[in-house]
């Protein structure tokens, strides 16, 4: 959707910088001066307890000293409240009591079949949750149990699954009036080449919803139970949703914590990332299936400046660092960069969580920390820099010689 020229300026002009942040923050009042529109805070985008986020309310941008954040009425919403641009423009409009321009036909009938799509996805979802208590996700629930992922865990990850049926899902969703069309569409079933009713995609999987930044749900990944099946872990296909390359596994929750100054780590897979949050590592994402795209290391810089890349103890680890770091050389840019813990040998962060602790882990992305210490005593090899003023740590433990 397209705004008209000046509705933004205008915008800006009706609406208070200070009463939209004050809502997020607590002035301090020894610093500020209202009578100059002079606002200063602790900065809601990360920890800290002085008062370095500065609000110019004649002006109607802010920056903060510390995390460098800055922008205006709608990018503090967009952040604050992670909100897509367009959103963040809606709710200021509102409170200033302005009419949002009217949609373009075809926009609105593209962002009506998003809407449309991902409630047919959270429909989904729950029908997964409530086959994971049936008789035949004995195995599933064993298997989580194995893992050491508690009920409340599984309840807070929305932990479903998919039984071993040709079209359970299907028949769910027709039943609650979900046109055939949509379950298709949302990259839940497929057709079969020979024209005949759409199948389930998830069969005989435990389930892991994928959510965006907004929190809705754009697609479904899945574990087999078979040892047998020809892909043990598999996502859902590329839809109007879903974007496998442009999306992050817990972007929402890890964005929320890193701006509360928790390092955001970068997993492989579902149950790393689980396994780490649970453990305390709330910033925790990974790629969805693929290898890290220049999108999604784009989308991390977006969330955290220095990224810890935590890969599997394995030479298959080593080379995936090694992609990312020819992909990311070329993007580097002043006060951008990544780290890398490589973990010890046939470990991956949920092993290594379970087998000595998150304290572990901790040492193994902490800034400036002894690896050679924190990864089996592994001698760390050389770290390299090729953006002026950034602070790229191109570190390598554990590396298999």
């Given at each position: 959707m397209s705004l008209p020229p000046g509705f933004i300026d205008e915008l800006r002009t009706r609406v208070s910088l200070s009463q939209v942040v004050g809502r997020k923050v607590t002035w301090d009042m020894r610093k500020s001066n209202m009578a100059k529109g002079d606002w200063w805070a602790p900065c809601p985008f990360h920890q800290e307890k002085s008062a370095s986020f500065h609000v110019d309310d004649r002006k109607g941008f802010y920056y903060c000293f510390g995390c460098h954040a800055k922008g205006d009425a709608v990018s503090f919403v967009t952040e604050a409240d992670n909100?897509?641009?367009?959103?963040?423009?809606?709710?200021?409009?509102?409170?200033?009591?302005?009419?949002?321009?009217?949609?373009?036909p075809k926009a609105a009938?593209?962002?009506?079949?998003?809407?449309?799509?991902?409630?047919?996805?959270?429909?989904?979802?729950?029908?997964?949750?409530?086959q994971l208590k049936t008789s035949a996700a004995a195995e599933a629930r064993a298997y989580l149990e194995k893992r050491r992922m508690s009920p409340a865990a599984q309840e807070?990850?929305?932990?479903?699954?998919?039984?071993?049926?040709?079209?359970?899902?299907?028949?769910?969703?027709?039943?609650?009036?979900?046109?055939?069309?949509?379950?298709?569409?949302?990259?839940?079933?497929?057709?079969?080449?020979?024209?005949?009713?759409?199948?389930?995609?998830?069969?005989?999987?435990?389930?892991?919803?994928?959510?965006?930044?907004?929190?809705?749900?754009?697609?479904?990944?899945?574990?087999?139970?078979?040892?047998?099946?020809?892909?043990?872990?598999?996502?859902?296909?590329?839809t109007e949703l879903f974007d496998k390359g442009r999306n992050l596994f817990n972007h929402g929750p890890a964005r929320e914590a890193a701006g509360k100054g928790m390092p955001l780590i970068v997993a492989e897979g579902y149950m790393d990332v689980i396994a780490l949050s649970e453990a305390g590592?709330?910033?925790?994402?990974?790629p969805l299936?693929?290898?890290?795209?220049?999108?999604q290391l784009r989308l991390m810089w977006?969330?955290?400046?220095?990224?810890?890349?935590?890969?599997?103890?394995?030479?298959?680890?080593?080379?995936?660092?090694?992609?990312v770091i020819d992909l990311a050389l070329p993007l580097l840019e002043a006060g951008k960069g990544l780290r890398f813990a490589i973990?010890?040998?046939?470990?991956?962060?949920?092993?290594?969580?379970?087998?000595?602790?998150?304290?572990?882990?901790?040492?193994?992305?902490r800034p400036r920390s002894p690896w050679s210490t924190c990864c089996g005593g592994a001698k760390p090899r050389?770290?390299?820099?090729?953006?002026?003023?950034?602070?790229?740590?191109?570190?390598?433990?554990?590396v298999p010689r």
């Amino acid at each position: 959707m397209s705004l008209p020229p000046g509705f933004i300026d205008e915008l800006r002009t009706r609406v208070s910088l200070s009463q939209v942040v004050g809502r997020k923050v607590t002035w301090d009042m020894r610093k500020s001066n209202m009578a100059k529109g002079d606002w200063w805070a602790p900065c809601p985008f990360h920890q800290e307890k002085s008062a370095s986020f500065h609000v110019d309310d004649r002006k109607g941008f802010y920056y903060c000293f510390g995390c460098h954040a800055k922008g205006d009425a709608v990018s503090f919403v967009t952040e604050a409240d992670n909100v897509s641009f367009m959103e963040a423009v809606e709710i200021l409009a509102r409170e200033a009591g302005m009419q949002m321009p009217a949609r373009d036909p075809k926009a609105a009938e593209k962002a009506d079949r998003r809407t449309q799509l991902a409630q047919v996805m959270e429909e989904a979802v729950k029908w997964f949750r409530l086959q994971l208590k049936t008789s035949a996700a004995a195995e599933a629930r064993a298997y989580l149990e194995k893992r050491r992922m508690s009920p409340a865990a599984q309840e807070r990850w929305e932990i479903g699954f998919a039984p071993d049926q040709r079209q359970g899902l299907f028949h769910a969703l027709t039943q609650k009036g979900i046109a055939a069309d949509l379950i298709v569409a949302a990259g839940l079933c497929a057709k079969p080449d020979d024209g005949g009713a759409p199948y389930d995609r998830f069969r005989g999987r435990i389930i892991f919803p994928i959510r965006d930044a907004r929190g809705r749900a754009i697609s479904l990944g899945g574990r087999s139970m078979d040892p047998n099946a020809r892909a043990k872990y598999l996502n859902g296909p590329e839809t109007e949703l879903f974007d496998k390359g442009r999306n992050l596994f817990n972007h929402g929750p890890a964005r929320e914590a890193a701006g509360k100054g928790m390092p955001l780590i970068v997993a492989e897979g579902y149950m790393d990332v689980i396994a780490l949050s649970e453990a305390g590592f709330r910033a925790t994402v990974a790629p969805l299936g693929t290898a890290v795209t220049e999108d999604q290391l784009r989308l991390m810089w977006r969330i955290s400046d220095e990224p810890v890349i935590a890969l599997d103890g394995d030479t298959a680890g080593f080379r995936a660092a090694l992609r990312v770091i020819d992909l990311a050389l070329p993007l580097l840019e002043a006060g951008k960069g990544l780290r890398f813990a490589i973990l010890p040998q046939g470990l991956d962060p949920d092993d290594l969580i379970k087998a000595q602790g998150a304290g572990r882990c901790r040492r193994c992305w902490r800034p400036r920390s002894p690896w050679s210490t924190c990864c089996g005593g592994a001698k760390p090899r050389a770290a390299s820099s090729t953006a002026p003023n950034a602070r790229p740590r191109w570190t390598r433990c554990c590396v298999p010689r």
